[in-house]
Every structure is written in C-alpha cells, then in structure tokens.
C-alpha cells in the first residue's frame, strides 16, 4: 500500500498539493504515481511566471518505458519549478513528497485547495482504481 | 523472410472470422464521395519485358548532360563499393525494423551513421536521419519552438539567402503551428547575409535564427558574427550546413562562442545519387541539453545483462507509439537505406577523403568562375569566399541560354530569377570533383558561342 500523508489534498490523476505558510502550494506527483510510473529519467518542470488553470497539462514526468504529463491540480501563477529534478529526477521516486517536489504555486483562489481529495478520499480512489 | 501471399481461401477466412462481406467492407467508414470508384484511368498492366523497354527509352530521353546545376543537390563521384554493399540482402531495407533490437546490424550502421554525423558536425548527438534537407530544417525550426520554453514569440529570422526550397517547405510542414518565419536581407555585394541587416530585431523575443553554410549563393556567411548575435539576443541557431564543406569549413558545433543549438542539412551529397529529385535523407544533429525535443529515432550503445555490448533504441518517450499527439515528431522512421549508403561512404573516403572532395570542388568552382567570366557579357554577381557554387549575372534573359545550352546536352546552371528577381539575369552555378578541365572548357566555348547567338537584353 502506497503512502497517503495526512496533511495533504490529492487530485484523482495523482499529484499532491501541500499548503505552505505563506499561501502558496507546493505540487508533485504521489508515492503511487512514482510506483507505477518506475524509475524516473527525465521530468520537465514549468517556468516561473507561467499563468496555468486547473487541469492544465505543466510538467512531463518521463521513465524508462513512458512519459506522462502532470496536470496543475489549481488554477494560478507558477513561482518556481524544482531545478533539482533536472540533475536527478530519482528524487521523484525517492521522495516523492519532499525533495521530488515539481512546483509552486500562487493559486487564484484559495477555494479550488478544499475542492481536492484529503488523504482519506484518495485512499479510497486508489482502491477503487485497484 | 518469406513472401507468401494470401490465397483467395485465406482473404475468404479471414474475412469470415471477422464478420465482413468482402474487403470493400473494410472501407466503409470512408464516405462514398472520397472514393475513386474504378480505375479506368489506370492503363492496363504491361509485361516486365514491356516495363523495362519503356522506362529505358524514358530514362534515354534525358541523355548524359554535362551538369553544372547544384542548387541543394550535388553530382559527386560515388565509389562502387557503396552501393554495392549497400544493395547486400543483409542491410537493404528503407526502414529501421520494428523489433529493432533483434537486427543489432542495423543498429550498428545507425549508430555508427549518428557518430560520424555527429562528429562531421561538432555537435553531441545526431538522429538516425530525416526525410530530406528541407524537412530538415522544417523539424530544426519546430524542435527549437518546443526547446526554447522562454520564448513566447515563435519567431524565427531566416536569411532571403537560405534555399528558397527549403524556406517554403518549412512554411508547409511548420506553417500551420504558429511559427512565424521572419526575412533578413543579404548584401548586393557579398551575397551574404550582414550583422546590420539583423540590427532590427535586436532585443526583441526571436525564437531562433537560421544560418546557411554555405548559403544557397554558395557564398560563406560570417557564422561566428551571426551566431554570437543571435545567443545575445537570447535566441537559439540553427544552422544548415552542406556535408562535404565540413571537411574544410569549421563545423556549426564550433561556431562563435558557444556553437549552435540544431545542425540539419540534406545529406545527399555523402554517397546518393542525382535521381531525379530522390530518395534523399535528411540529417539533423544538436547538443545534449536538447535531446528531448530531437525528433526521429536514436540509437544508443549498451551492455546486455551478461555485459556485452549491444545496441538499442534509446529515448524513445519522445516518439509517437510512446507520447501520441504530444510526440516530438512523427517521424519514428528513417531514410535507412540512404543513410547506410552515406555511412559507407563516410567509411571508405574517412576525413582525408572527404577534405580532398571538398578542396576539388572548390578548386573546380574556382576554375569554371574563371573560364565563364572571361566570356564576354557574364559577370561574377558576389565578391568574397565562397565554396562550390557562384552567382554569374549575364546580359540577357538567362533561359534561352540555358534552353540553348541544353541542346548542346549541357546542364548550365540554375536560373535564380523566379526566386531572386532583384539579382536580374542571374544563374548559379557549380563544379565539383566530377567536372574535369576538358568539361569546364566545353561549357565555356558552348557559352561563348550561345551569347554571340542570343540576343541581347
């Protein structure tokens, strides 16, 4: 069973949001995301100053055998992507919640945060997905 | 592999088993109005025998003309071997295979095709080929769109010098993906394309510059000049480059400060033949920082799980049976057997070859420049250096002397007025290593002799 942290909200293609004292979020992808996508080769991270809305596709995460796009789980302007990724996208596998970070956000509203999943309903998505 | 067609019980079974009448069911989803209906504008089929007399006596009509025509494509002597081992039963297929890793051979040929691309360029990593030359720099041009993410404009400033050819099948391929191609001016004098003719984009959002070398004039642009230009401006180049010129010319990877971003060019002139237009291949080459966005297949070298060594197809999430709509191109396949012809001829000539071809060209363009310029009403259109082509301006219309010299089975050059009407009677011509002394001297007294015929503008 993949790891589902409590403090998080969820989005049903798989990324994480993590709301951080200043209002902005930080996004990447989930334990289970990296799972089935196996060892990461490549990701390609926004630029900062990108305009994105929700369900926009802003990142490719690539392994050996696919790629896959990320899709923004919120509508705003990206502040960074995760530079370090480009030198070592195994940081996405290793770490999906910390250090695999793919970007931060200032979201539009604050009301599309509680619209997500919380950890329990993701939960239950990921079973349902089996 | 054994070809075995179907018989009409197993097209009747096969049928069967899936539920349809008859093939023509296999259609149906293509409206009525699409379809051809008969044939009867198709001639009925004629005996090999028929065939081989009527494409002989077609093939006759074109007779063996002197050629002084480049243009993009150039006659080069081919040693025999080349397609002699390129025909071998072993390699002679148009195609990289679809289960690729079981035909290491074909890999190796790719890969070793990509080393000396890459090698013969300056640049990091190469494709296993493209189409042609034009599509080419059609793919360079939308590979640089998707690579420079900073760039917002798709802007793309391309000389008037670049090959007229190559400018509209970009516009064709590339055209309809908001790209916008941008002209810069050449210099009337040098036929190159000058800094201050770039001075009026400058910090502007440029997406990339294209740079020809030798440009279609045949003149040498100041590559090292344009390029630091363009990267000030923040903008990515592209070059277009004529493989046998690198054997002499300082390859795009090496260009100003910091060489170029795409390198692509039509790959002809390394072992294929004229044949009327093709098949050619195309060649594209670039840095590893944008191997992502390189379109076409790569093969990489590898050890199996007992450590041996072994080839394979490598990043292949770029391409279409992986990423669908988003891949880089859709281009997953390759002109294989040309690009074989052109690794076997890169083999046998080695850079010592390829540099002699190179200085002979040079030395015959120089010798032909000479000999046509000494007759009277044709001038050389371009100072400054050149490689194997040049600009002659004549003092009358250029297509009765060209249709003029054409009886007199010589082929005299490419007439620029369509193109480049501001050049007024211009031709371009161009000797390689195959026009001799006697050939150089035949064009002339034919020239000579043709403008005491024509009239005069």
Known sequence: MSNVPGDLRFTKSHEWVRTLPDGSVEIGVTDHAQGALGDLVFVEVPEAGRQVRAGDAFAVVESVKAASDVYSPLGGEVLAGNDALAAQPELVNQDPYGQGWIA???PATTAEVEALLDAAQYSEHLASEG | MAYIPHTDEDVRAMLEAIGARDIDDLFDEIPAGLRIGSLDGVPPALSEMEVSRLMSDRAGRDGRPLNFIGAGAYEHHIPAPVWAITTRGEIYSAYTPYQAEASQGTLQG?????TMMASLTGMEVSNASLYDGASGLAEACLMAIRAHRRSKSSRILVPRALNPAYRRCTEAIAGTQDLRLEEVSYDPKSGCTPLDALRPWEGQDITAVVLQQPNFFGQLEDVDG????????GALVIAVVNPTSLALLR???EWGEKGVDIACGEGQPLGVPLSSGGPYFGFLTTRMEHVRQMPGRIVGRTVDLDGRSGFTLTLQAREQHIRRGKATSNICTNQGLLMT???IYMALLGPAGLERVASACMARTTELVEALTRVRGVRRAFD???F?????QLDRPVQPVLAALAERGIVGGHDLG???PELGHALLVCATETRTREDIACYAAALADTLGRVAAA
Not at chain 2, 226 to 233: F, G, L, V
Not at chain 2, 388 to 392: D, P, S, T
């Open chain 1, 104 to 106: 931060r956000l200032k």
């Open chain 2, 110 to 114: 790719i890969y070793e095709y990509q």
């Open chain 2, 226 to 233: 344009i390029t630091d230009w363009a990267r000030a401006q």
């Open chain 2, 251 to 253: 390859p795009p990877g």
């Open chain 2, 341 to 343: 012809a052109a690794t």
């Open chain 2, 384 to 386: 400054g250096p050149r």
């Open chain 2, 388 to 392: 194997h082509e040049a600009v002659l």
């Open chain 2, 418 to 420: 369509r193109d480049y």
